[in-house]
Structure formats: C-alpha cells, structure tokens
C-alpha cells in the first residue's frame, strides 16, 4: 500500500507514511491554535459590575461570575425553583417567630402563614384584614452562615420578595431577629405591630 500524500510503500494499517502524518497533525494543530485565539479575543468581555475583563463560556453570558449577575436586580431572573427554596427556608422556623405567630393568630382573624401568594413568594406571617406582610429575619439573612450559604443571593431574593409584596398592595413588615428565643423581645415586637395597625387605620 502507498502513501496517499507522497506515493511511498507503506504498511496496511495507515493512509499516510510516518513523515506526512506528522506535517499533517503540526498543520491541524497550528489551524486549532489560529482559531481558539480568534475565538478567545472574541469572547473577551467587561463585567459591567466589577469591570474584570473575563472570558465568555456561554453566548449571552453578562457578567464575569453569578455573584455579580446577583448584584444586577434587571439581568438576574429568579425561577420558579428560587421561590420554593425560599419558602423552604421560611418554613424552617425559630421558636421566636412561631410564638409570635401564636400570638397573631390568637389576637388577629384571617392569619396566613408562609403562603406563596404574592406571585409564588411567601410572607412569614399574613394579615389578610390589614393587608401587611410580616417578614421574620434571622440571622440567615444578615450575616454568611456556612460556606454554601450566599448571603448576597438570599438579600437578593429579599428584595424581589419585597417587591412582590408591594405590588399587591400589602404592607411589607421586617422583624429582624438575630438572637436566641426570648420571649420578651417576641412580645415587645408584637405589641409594636399592634401599634402600627392602630395608627394605620
């Protein structure tokens, strides 16, 4: 058998001999080269955030990491999956807020508890009569727990909650709770909602 490219004897088992095989793999290689390094000087892009210039991995890609999309409330589109996560975490409880739940419920009529009903994102507690949704923020939403935990990403989801909220016309009410259980803080914190709603009839 001959080489295809040169035409010498060579053995059964390839196309081309030793010595054009080489030039043809140095060839493809030298055309591989050519163009990964136009496609890398395509790809190039500014991040309009932190302004690092980075690569581009995906078409439509804006920003140099997801923390960075995260700082952008019009680029960064939650799902319908970023919603139920936040309902998960919402369920998970302290003893501070099911007592003050306790407490509305037994002092309020028409009390929802972490229902998703402002465009799939939930309140902690609803006062449907008063139209206010109460917020009970503990540490998760103010300080990085673990190392999984995005503390930017879940202030994010805060503020597109809170927009939600808005939007139907309810009152957002933030209770931020960074301690242990305690049972007068719960009761003071109760007694100022109880404030509000009578200055806000």
């Not at 000087?41 to 980075?54: G, L, T, V, W």
């Not at 037994?106 to 229902?115: D, S, Y």
């Amino acid at each position: 058998m001959n080489c295809i490219d040169c035409g010498i004897k060579i053995s059964k088992k390839a196309e081309r001999c030793h010595s054009c095989d080489s030039k043809l793999k140095w060839s493809n290689l030298e055309l591989r080269k050519q163009v990964s390094n136009r496609l890398s000087r395509c790809i190039i892009k500014e991040c309009p955030i932190c302004k690092i210039s980075f690569k581009k991995k995906r078409k439509k890609q804006l920003y140099c990491s997801k923390e960075c999309a995260l700082k952008s409330d019009k680029h960064y589109i939650f799902t319908k999956e970023d919603c139920k996560k936040s309902i998960k975490n919402q369920s998970k409880r302290s003893k501070n807020e099911v007592y003050f739940a306790n407490l509305c419920e037994n002092e309020f009529t028409e009390v929802l508890l972490n229902e998703p009903i402002f465009n799939g994102w939930d309140a902690d507690i609803i006062l449907l009569n008063y139209k206010i949704a109460i917020l009970w923020n503990g540490n998760w939403h103010y300080k990085k727990i673990t190392k999984k935990h995005s503390l930017l990403q879940v202030q994010n989801r805060d503020k597109i909650k809170t927009k939600e909220i808005i939007n139907k016309d309810y009152f957002p009410y933030i209770i931020k709770d960074e301690g242990k259980y305690n049972k007068r803080f719960v009761e003071n914190e109760f007694n100022k909602l109880k404030l509000l709603i009578q200055t806000r009839k």
